[in-house]
């Protein structure tokens, strides 16, 4: 079997490609896990259970260098009537920031969990 150079480098292209996305798969993971922590913490119900891509930028990390700042959303709701909006940010595999946006507070009668 003749490889070409050609070849090395297709083959090269899609080992990294594929190294790439299971890293981003991890940080995906990872920015779940703290979402769906932050949001027990502060006694709200995470819908879905997901949080999406929104966003991709480069980041200067002080530590780090250069790194990839990812900003997810995600959907909460706490009385199961409304539907609010948060968002994670992660630079590389750290957790940057969790934000919720003002939203209702209810009894603890009226809620569903």
Known sequence: MNLQLTD???LSALCIAAALFWRA???????LLATRRYCQREDVSLLDETVALRRVRIRRDPGQGWCLLRCYSFEF???GGE???G???MLGP???SI??????FSPENERLH
Request: hydrophobic fraction near 30%; aromatic fraction near 4%; charged fraction near 30%.
């Open 77 to 79: 709701t706490v009385t």
């Open 94 to 96: 750290r957790v940057l």
């Open 8 to 10: 090395l480098l297709l």
């Open 25 to 31: 798969q991890k940080i995906r993971e990872s920015a």
């Open 87 to 89: 968002e994670t940010r």
């Open 99 to 104: 934000t919720l946006p003002p939203h209702r």
């Open 83 to 85: 539907r609010y909006q």
